[in-house]
């Protein structure tokens, strides 16, 4: 028997004895060093302990705990950000019942059994953000804040199980109602007049489109039309259903506008608070989150541009890339705050909020383009040349075949651009946005706490940013195992 045909040893288990032996004491130098370090972790530990439950002197933080989480969001408004938070829990509810359940009907459709996370998969996951809502909790002062978060993550969870058992034909539509949540979340802070109408909009327009386009919808609308004008003799054609799917579409996208602004018009031109009031730890998961999302496709963008075969939007992509990634982010975020406003014509000039959320996203673009280029080149060109032997146009190998690749091989190095991004929304401090480190400005210029509790406030916010941190690249971590990257 050969080696390569021999079989494999069948698997052993280990005693924690056994595996220490063999891991942390298997050569006199080892044994010292894990000596050496296994004192110092527990003196650390010790330190930590004592530092969190004995000396830490915290009522900085527990007597400004809603002034870290909303900063100075007007007090009488508060309800606004509880409205915001079960729309948001709801939101995401939805739309991870509906990803669960669409990955359980690919995998039953492939003859694989779909594994569904248990509540043990979920802890390891999310523990950090747990943790996180633990100790804020911890430091609050009354029971509605736990009755609050408990029942926002009972209804997001009970949201996602109900989403899950939908039949298939209903779950494109929970996608709608998932982004109609998530936009009236924000509507009920900035109101119907602000941006997140616009986006609202934008959603009645493609779920009419979506519906428009379905085969068997045309297909309906070619019958009536054509039936009357034939007599009932004419059959609805390929050509008559092409025809009738294309003004489907077009009057579906008319009605839905015209929907909208009926709506428009019976709610009112209303606003709520501003973007100028927002601030802290809301502010700070808002900015971010927002400038990754919007970042993403322009840096994916920016990325297909540089390798383009027209010169001129090469040009621009090149030059736009090599711009913004050599110049400093806090520079931008000066230019922003300063320069914004001079290459904009309007009557209202945006908020400060908005003009730093620009510069993050412009920033992060072009780092994310010289990511995702970075994917583009690792696909191999055959691929390229296979998809166009088989008749597909460039967009569709580009859709189809080399961004799925690309993507899956910078997993890492763009969820590491995410996490910077998220931590460097530290720096709009710079141009007086109070977020979520710089509340501990406004702690600490308070009387009562002045040069007390200076290191509590800050192990706080770093304890924060670490938990949102953490839980991100856990994600990243858990995706890169899933879709096997550097293992084929």
Do not use: C
């Amino acid at each position: 028997m050969t080696s390569s045909t021999r079989a494999a040893p069948p698997p052993t288990t280990q005693t924690p004895v056994a595996w220490a032996r063999r891991r942390l004491f298997n050569s006199w130098y080892n044994s010292l060093l894990t000596l050496v370090l296994g004192v110092v972790a527990g003196y650390l530990a010790y330190r930590t302990i004592l530092f969190v439950a004995v000396n830490g002197r915290w009522s900085p933080v527990r007597v400004n705990l809603t002034l870290f989480m909303t900063g100075t969001f007007p007090r009488d408004e508060q309800w606004r950000l509880v409205a915001q938070i079960y729309l948001m829990a709801a939101a995401i509810g939805v739309a991870w019942g509906a990803i669960t359940a669409s990955a359980a009907d690919r995998a039953a459709d492939s003859g694989i059994a779909a594994n569904r996370a248990s509540a043990p998969d979920l802890l390891r996951r999310y523990w950090s953000l747990l943790l996180l809502i633990a100790v804020i909790l911890g430091f609050t002062r009354t029971v509605w804040p736990i009755v609050f978060a408990l029942t926002a993550l009972a209804g997001g969870l009970g949201l996602r199980s109900a989403t899950h058992r939908l039949p298939r034909a209903l779950r494109q539509a929970s996608w709608y109602f998932a982004a109609a949540l998530g936009i009236a979340s924000f509507q009920v802070l900035t109101g119907t007049g602000g941006i997140s109408w616009w986006w609202a909009s934008a959603l009645f327009s493609l779920a009419a489109f979506q519906f428009a386009s379905a085969k068997d919808y045309a297909r309906f609308l070619g019958s009536v039309m054509v039936w009357p004008v034939s007599g009932g003799k004419r059959l609805v054609t390929t050509k008559h259903l092409a025809r009738f799917k294309m003004a489907s579409q077009i009057l579906a996208v008319v009605a839905a506008v015209v929907v909208g602004r009926v709506l428009y018009w019976l709610i009112g031109d209303t606003t709520s608070v501003g973007w100028d009031k927002w601030s802290g730890f809301h502010l700070t998961l808002v900015a971010s989150f927002a400038a990754i999302i919007l970042a993403f496709p322009i840096g994916m963008l920016l990325a297909m541009g540089r390798r383009s075969s027209l010169p001129a939007v090469r040009l621009i992509s090149v030059s736009y890339i090599e711009f913004f990634r050599g110049v400093p982010l806090i520079t931008l975020l000066f230019t922003g705050d300063l320069f914004i406003g001079f290459f904009l014509d309007t009557d209202t000039p945006l908020s400060a909020i908005t003009r730093a959320i620009i510069m993050l996203t412009i920033f992060t673009s072009a780092y994310v383009a010289e990511i995702v280029r970075g994917g583009l080149q690792a696909v191999p060109k055959g691929q390229i040349e296979a998809g166009q032997a088989v008749g597909l146009a460039t967009p569709s190998i580009m859709r189809l075949i080399v961004l799925p690749q690309a993507l899956r091989a910078v997993i890492p190095a763009m969820v590491g651009q995410f996490i910077s991004l998220f931590k460097d929304s530290s720096l709009l401090s710079i141009i007086s946005i109070v977020e979520f480190l710089e509340v501990r400005s406004l702690v600490h210029n308070q009387e009562a706490f002045r040069g007390f509790g200076i290191a509590e406030t800050l192990a706080f916010v770093a304890f924060g940013y670490w938990a949102i941190t953490y839980a991100m690249s856990k994600e990243s971590e858990r995706l890169e195992r899933q879709l096997g990257v550097g293992e084929r």
